[in-house]
């Protein structure tokens, strides 16, 4: 019985973590991104391909961690033209 619960409570934390994995874009222009994620990961990846519609590349202005304790992480970044 305790293994099926450890599985079940692994799937919820899982599951209920989803939404924190993906970057969300909250505010964007040509000159600059800010986006929410996960405090585990860094979405350059993200940031890059918004600055790239405009010809520019993405540098990091740094993350501001949010909450108590923090899950989750707003970075910016500026678009540049490279």
Not at 18 to 32: D, Y
């Amino acid at each position: 019985m305790r293994p099926v619960l450890t599985v079940l409570v692994a799937f919820a934390l899982t599951a209920g973590c989803s939404n924190w994995s993906k970057p969300e874009i909250v505010a964007a222009s040509p000159m600059a991104v800010t986006i929410k994620t996960s405090s585990l990961s860094d979405p350059i990846d993200a940031a890059e391909a918004h600055c790239q519609q405009y010809g520019k590349k993405a540098v990091s202005r740094g993350g501001v961690k949010l909450g108590a304790p923090a899950y989750a992480t707003l970075y910016g970044y500026d678009c540049v033209k490279p």
